[in-house]
């Protein structure tokens, strides 16, 4: 079992950063490919970045490349999302999600568990 807590989202405005953390708890936090997602309103949940169970694979949407990081640090159960250069259209509720597999997936429905999300609204 794995628990997801999810904090750092707020208001920022367009070209500003905000740093996404997702702490977990459960003992094979290490072995889980995690990944985080996003949705708004009256539209499914959107895949946004996804770690392998060691850091070193990593995947994003095309939307997101070159200005959003992730990345995970196993020694403290957390992975984290760093945004930049944020525009109103990433405007969203953030999830993060494990999945009980050590390799990264795009589709939400490999995810077994997911945190509570946290909004992250960008203006223009």
């Known amino acids: 079992q794995v628990q997801l807590v999810e904090s750092g989202g707020g208001l920022v405005q367009a070209g500003g950063s905000l740093r996404l953390s997702c702490a977990a708890s459960?003992?094979?936090?290490?072995?889980?490919?995690m990944g985080w997602f996003r949705q708004t309103p009256g539209k499914e949940r959107e895949f946004v970045a996804a770690i392998n169970w060691s850091g070193s694979s990593l995947y994003y949407v095309d939307s997101v490349k070159g200005r959003f990081t992730i990345s995970r640090d196993n020694a403290k159960n957390t992975v984290y999302l760093q945004m930049n250069s944020l525009k109103p259209e990433d405007t969203a509720v953030y999830y993060c999600a494990a999945r009980a597999g050590s390799s990264y997936r795009v589709d939400s429905h490999d995810y077994n568990y997911w945190g509570q999300g946290t909004q992250v609204t960008v203006s223009s």
């Open positions: 459960g003992r094979t936090f290490r072995s889980n490919a």
